[in-house]
């Protein structure tokens, strides 16, 4: 009882109080489960939740997680990560690095499935594995004893960058095999992060309490977390100026100076690595096999405008896929629009048009589907009255639930054009273009063109950082001149963060773990 009373002495005199941070999330997470993630939805939940063998501090700098340290060999291409001691799950039991193995290896089993298995080529055996063509045994991934992970690569690689996503998650492969596809219910999901899941209420919000049994977890101030659906981002916004959110996902399509004068400092817009862009199914006609039509669309669409009046929260026009600031490379732009003023462009995507084989008789009708969002439905809108004006294409919106769109998109039967975007999960070229040389589940185009593959593969190939920074925007100016997405504008990270909210830090991927953040005490 002692023990007890000074502990609420003490935080009472603490300048910090331990209460619930109530954060906007966007859509309804796809999944729980951190090796079927795909999404910033889940993947904000999921660094919760989990703490994979590297982690992020809150400048998005690596630090160690699970891993107290780790070396490589003098070729690169073996990584050894040595566990701190007495790991936990939230439920007690001991973690140690077969564990470790054994999710990598389920990670990589064909029969999970993992979207983003394809970003970790590098990993011996890791593609074999995933297609089926090697049993799960062989994958480049072992532990010699309890407290010791190695990794072997085919190619040099910067691996830890790599282990920070949700993939390189360690699931309790126990709760799969109970509880299958449900392991990730509440009661049911056992993490090793600073946060267990606690309540979720489907497209309402999910709660994470604090984990006693995580490593640091005395250093975690914020006994529980709510992430809130938020695919309105006008509600959002409202319920934030109300005072039931501490930080938003997202900031509704606002004029800027308005906003600032509202919200001050709360206004948060910082550089982010990322591109959004439409994308064609390029499978199905009317796009598969008519690069004069893709281009045309292309053409017609003025970013200025999209920028300046749509989005208008920084953001900038872009014709390329790789956004600027990763370091070492020069991002790409489609040669087209080089030196030519939209008028121009405009002309020239009629002239297209008409050699496409449509007309003001013959109007291509096509459809844009894009996931519930006002921003999405606001830059459909924009894009749509463009296509309409400029060229006479009569265009259908179509908005879907996130999971329904995400399937949509994947499955490459009844899209057209879709919404797409791309947030750097590492800051490296290699990360936006990776996708588009296989026909892997985030390959959402169906993109193929063995140009574009042989110049990523030799990148992986090239002997110096710089050689293949050069092969991968040869890949990327593939990818453009064949027109196979439009490219709209790089992102900035927007969000509205309470003045209670302290040490929340802007960072180049936009990471933000609750574990990192103090809220302050009421007066």
């Known amino acids: 009882?002692?023990?007890?009373?000074?502990?609420?002495?003490?935080?009472?005199?603490?300048?910090?109080?331990?209460?619930?941070?109530?954060?906007?999330?966007g859509p309804e997470p796809a999944t729980l489960d951190a090796h079927k993630c795909q999404e910033v939805a889940c993947g904000n939940i999921l660094r919760d939740l989990y703490e994979g063998l590297v982690t992020e501090d809150a400048s998005g700098k690596l630090i160690p997680g699970m891993a107290s340290s780790w070396d490589v060999s003098n070729n690169g291409l073996r990584w050894t990560f040595h566990l701190r001691p007495g790991l936990r799950w939230s439920n007690g039991q001991p973690l140690d690095a077969p564990q470790i193995v054994a999710s990598f290896q389920r990670a990589f089993a064909p029969t999970t499935a993992a979207p983003f298995g394809e970003l970790f080529d590098a990993l011996k055996n890791a593609s074999d594995v995933q297609a089926g063509k090697l049993p799960v045994r062989s994958l480049g991934v072992?532990?010699?004893?309890?407290?010791?992970?190695?990794?072997?690569?085919?190619?040099?690689?910067?691996?830890?960058?790599?282990?920070?996503?949700?993939?390189?998650?360690?699931?309790?492969?126990?709760?799969?095999?109970?509880?299958?596809?449900?392991?990730?219910?509440?009661?049911?999901?056992?993490?090793?992060?600073?946060?267990?899941?606690?309540?979720?209420?489907?497209?309402?919000?999910?709660?994470?309490?604090?984990?006693?049994?995580?490593?640091?977890?005395?250093?975690?101030?914020?006994?529980?977390?709510r992430f809130h659906v938020t695919e309105d981002a006008s509600a959002e916004l409202?319920?934030?100026a109300a005072g039931d959110l501490h930080i938003t996902e997202v900031v509704p399509p606002q004029p800027l100076d308005s906003l600032r004068r509202r919200f001050g400092s709360q206004l948060r817009i910082s550089p982010y690595i990322g591109s959004f862009y439409l994308g064609f199914n390029l499978t199905k006609p009317p796009f598969k096999d008519n690069a004069k039509l893709r281009r045309a669309l292309s053409m017609a669409v003025d970013r200025s405008i999209l920028t300046k009046y749509v989005t208008g929260l920084g953001e900038t026009p872009a014709f390329g896929i790789v956004p600027p600031?990763?370091?070492?490379?020069?991002?790409?732009?489609?040669?087209?629009?080089?030196?030519?003023?939209?008028?121009?462009?405009?002309?020239?995507?009629?002239?297209?048009?008409?050699?496409?084989?449509?007309?003001?008789?013959?109007?291509?009708?096509?459809?844009?589907?894009?996931?519930?969002?006002?921003?999405?439905?606001?830059?459909?809108?924009?894009?749509?009255?463009?296509?309409?004006?400029?060229?006479?294409?009569?265009?259908r919106l179509r908005n879907e639930e996130w999971k329904v769109f995400v399937s949509n998109r994947k499955q490459r039967v009844i899209t057209q054009v879709f919404r797409g975007g791309w947030i750097a999960d590492v800051p490296d070229a290699r990360n936006f273009l990776a996708a588009y040389a296989s026909d892997g589940p985030l390959n959402w185009s169906g993109f193929n063109n063995a140009a574009f593959t042989e110049r990523v593969a030799r990148s992986d190939r090239a002997p110096n950082e710089k050689a293949r920074n050069l092969w991968l925007h040869a890949a990327e100016l593939r990818l453009l001149n064949d027109d196979a997405v439009i490219p709209l504008y790089y992102y900035t990270s927007k969000h509205l963060v309470s003045d209670k909210v302290l040490n929340y830090n802007a960072n180049a991927l936009d990471h933000h773990g609750t574990r990192w953040m103090q809220l302050k005490e009421p007066r």
Request: charge should be positive; aromatic fraction near 8%; charged fraction near 15%.
């Open 238 to 240: 409202q319920r934030f």
């Open 325 to 395: 600031g990763i370091d070492g490379y020069t991002p790409a732009v489609a040669t087209w629009s080089v030196g030519q003023s939209q008028a121009q462009l405009n002309a020239e995507a009629k002239r297209l048009y008409r050699e496409a084989g449509y007309s003001a008789s013959r109007p291509l009708e096509i459809e844009i589907r894009y996931n519930t969002s006002t921003p999405h439905r606001r830059m459909a809108l924009a894009v749509a009255s463009m296509w309409r004006d400029t060229l006479g294409a009569k265009v």
């Open 1 to 25: 009882m002692r023990a007890c009373v000074a502990l609420g002495v003490l935080l009472m005199s603490s300048p910090l109080w331990a209460a619930q941070l109530e954060r906007g999330n």
């Open 142 to 225: 072992s532990a010699p004893n309890r407290s010791t992970v190695v990794f072997e690569l085919n190619r040099a690689a910067a691996l830890p960058g790599l282990l920070i996503l949700p993939i390189a998650m360690p699931v309790y492969l126990p709760a799969v095999s109970q509880y299958g596809s449900q392991h990730t219910l509440p009661g049911r999901l056992v993490s090793n992060g600073p946060y267990m899941l606690k309540a979720w209420t489907p497209q309402a919000n999910l709660t994470l309490s604090r984990n006693a049994s995580f490593h640091a977890a005395s250093s975690v101030s914020i006994d529980s977390v």
